[in-house]
């Protein structure tokens, strides 16, 4: 529901709709799972006797404000990713912050408006009705495959132990049997399995974040080891950042294997032009003290020299195309300027080129028919005809990478500039769009992880109301941060804007499996160690089973043949792996040792 009301609303404001949004289905699912395991574990640590509605309030009681701190942190860090120049990532964080807003609102209503209704069922069970019956009126008895025996229906009977239930016995509610026929069957069976399904009793994830994972990890050999493997990752991550470096090879990425465009991209590659990059040189109007470009000869040869013999970036075949050395040797055979000839005047030049351009007897001066721009377009004479912009072509090297080809557009820039600057040339191909996105990918990446990263440490300051349990969730939120950018060398990604997304995205999504661990810690009494300890049994079974999900939820995108959703799933699995790791094996060990008072023990004092 609330991916769908995400993207209705985001229609409404008429937010674009683009590739890498199509990943947000799969990420909302996994996110909203999270708060869905935290409220269910803490209802089921309620008593089982009080009414439904008691135990809900209890549950939301507990796991309201962790889920409260979540959601906020989310949707801050999310917000965050939508003040950037890059528009795949603006659409993407807006449709985040929307689907993030509504899921919690969701959560929060509709998920226990159904909650409610289920511990109604529950009640029935207790009383000695089927789990899945309905109340037959007329016989007074409750009607279902469990009351069902032989072709009877049967009136549901309770033990004398249990008809105190105001009393809220939990023993005896738990003992509810009923009779059927000559046998008795429990109501609260296991529809998979032997035995009687128990609320109560933790489960598995709780007992092996709760009990047996820091049985280990905060004795004092263990919190050793979790401090030296902590260090041995940090330093594998660095080690790891070192070695990423910026690309974006979309034509390459962006088609999937098997298709006919991916043999004919290696053909080309192998013996044609392969990966590199065709552009141009534009010059516009001279100014007005010197109107034709009779007095810019010397400029247009200098420009094509240097890029010729000084740009490193631009290949020699094929060779710079120039229009200027075309009609030069038109004039003089074998001349590639032609600034002294007698033959060209400030008032004949421009309209000299024009004869050259459209005559039908020069082949080789049509060839450059629209690469020189007149006002107007068609002239008579020579006294109105004036050269407006021209374009010259050239070819760069192979682009191995992001880095070559940022330094490819500069220096094209600065040549052209250097060399004609009068004109104000611009080097420009539409592939420039991307390679000028490397320029800015780096910074903005950094500064919206920066900002999100400000917004976590606030907003939990605001909602966990003390300054080092939100200095420890944005110390767990940086380590994964960290991790995930040296892990994208591990696993063969590129820094560019699809994995500049998942590293903003990082901060929003880690920052859970700290945040609820973080709030216990708070909300329980005793020693540190018992805290942490107590904190991992309370809601770490939870925080697992939401990772848990999330994976589940982003697996099936590891079987995708497109670039984008493979670097989603190899860097969502990053985050889960290391959200983990540092939300139920790093964050327990350091509050362990230099956690914060409880918020009893501070209100005490």
Same mark, same amino acid.
């Given at each position: ?73 989310? /949707? ?24 993030? *807003?509504?899921?919690?609102?969701? $959560? ?38 469990? $009351? ?15 008809? @105190? ?70 330093? /594998?991550?660095? %080690? ?74 631009? #290949? ?46 020069? #082949? ?21 005809? $004036?050269?407006?912009?021209?374009? *010259? ?13 940022? @330094? ?104 859970? %499996? ?12 005793? #020693? ?20 848990? #999900? ?15 959703? $493979? ?22 060990? /350091? ?7 409880? %918020? ?6």
């Amino acid at each position: 529901m609330a991916i769908i009301t995400a993207f209705g609303l985001a229609q409404l404001f008429k937010i674009k709709f683009n590739l890498v949004v199509q990943t947000l289905p799969f990420l909302l699912l996994g996110l909203g799972t999270d708060d869905t395991f935290v409220i269910v574990g803490a209802y089921h640590q309620t008593d089982a006797a009080l009414p439904g509605e008691d135990r809900i309030a209890q549950a939301m009681r507990a796991a309201g404000s962790s889920i409260l701190v979540t959601s906020v942190t989310d /949707m801050v860090a999310f917000l965050m990713g939508s003040y950037t120049e890059l528009p795949a990532l603006r659409a993407f964080s807006a449709y985040a912050t929307l689907g993030i *807003i509504f899921d919690f609102f969701y $959560q929060v209503t509709f998920f226990l408006a159904c909650l409610a209704l289920d511990t109604k069922r529950e009640k029935r069970a207790y009383n000695g009705a089927p789990r899945w019956g309905f109340q037959c009126c007329c016989l007074g008895s409750w009607c279902g495959s469990d $009351q069902y025996n032989e072709g009877q229906f049967v009136k549901a009977v309770l033990p004398e132990s249990t008809k @105190d239930l105001e009393k809220g016995q939990a023993e005896g509610l738990a003992a509810a049997t009923v009779v059927a026929g000559d046998g008795k069957r429990d109501p609260n069976r296991k529809i998979f399995g032997a035995g009687s399904y128990d609320p109560s009793a933790p489960s598995f994830a709780t007992k092996l974040v709760g009990e047996w994972i820091p049985k280990y990890t905060l004795s004092p050999v263990g919190k050793a080891i979790v401090i030296v493997a902590e260090c041995g990752l940090l330093a /594998m991550a660095i %080690y790891g950042s070192t070695k990423v470096f910026m690309d974006f090879q979309f034509r390459d990425w962006f088609t999937p294997d098997g298709s006919w465009l991916k043999d004919a991209f290696e053909v080309e590659d192998r013996y044609f032009s392969g990966d590199s990059t065709a552009f141009e040189v534009y010059t516009k109007e001279p100014p007005a003290d010197r109107p034709s470009y009779y007095h810019f000869q010397d400029d247009l040869v200098r420009l094509v020299d240097e890029l010729r013999a000084n740009d490193k970036f631009v #290949t020699d075949n094929p060779p710079v195309s120039s229009w200027y050395e075309s009609f030069c040797n038109s004039v003089e055979p074998g001349q590639m300027s032609c600034a002294n000839s007698s033959q060209l005047t400030p008032d004949n030049f421009d309209f000299q080129v024009f004869q050259f351009i459209n005559s039908n007897d020069s #082949t080789e001066g049509r060839f450059f028919n629209g690469r020189v721009i007149f006002e107007p377009p068609v002239c008579s004479t020579a006294d109105d005809c $004036q050269i407006i912009s021209s374009r *010259i072509d050239g070819q760069s090297q192979d682009v191995v990478d992001g880095q070559f080809a940022v @330094d490819l557009v500069d220096s094209l820039r600065d040549t052209a500039k250097a060399a004609i600057p009068d004109l104000d040339p611009i080097a420009y191909n539409p592939v420039f769009l991307f390679y000028d996105g490397f320029r800015v990918i780096a910074w903005e990446t950094v500064r919206n992880v920066l900002m999100a990263g400000v917004a976590v440490f606030v907003m939990s300051l605001i909602v966990l109301s003390n300054f080092f349990a939100g200095l420890a969730v944005l110390a767990m939120v940086a380590a994964t941060d960290v991790m995930l950018f040296g892990w994208m060398h591990y696993v063969d990604l590129q820094f560019n804007t699809v994995t500049a997304i998942n590293m903003v995205l990082a901060v929003g999504i880690a920052v859970d %499996y700290s945040a609820h661990i973080t709030h216990s810690f708070l909300v329980v009494k005793g #020693t540190r160690d018992e805290r942490a300890k107590a904190a991992l049994f309370r809601i770490g079974g939870e925080v697992l089973a939401g990772a848990f #999900t999330t994976f589940l939820a982003v697996a099936v995108m590891g079987a995708a043949e497109h670039y984008i959703f $493979q670097v989603f799933f190899k860097m969502f699995a990053a985050i889960i792996m290391f959200g983990i790791w540092h939300g139920v094996i790093v964050l327990p060990v /350091m509050l362990s040792i230099l956690g914060p008072v409880a %918020y009893e023990d501070v209100a005490k004092q």
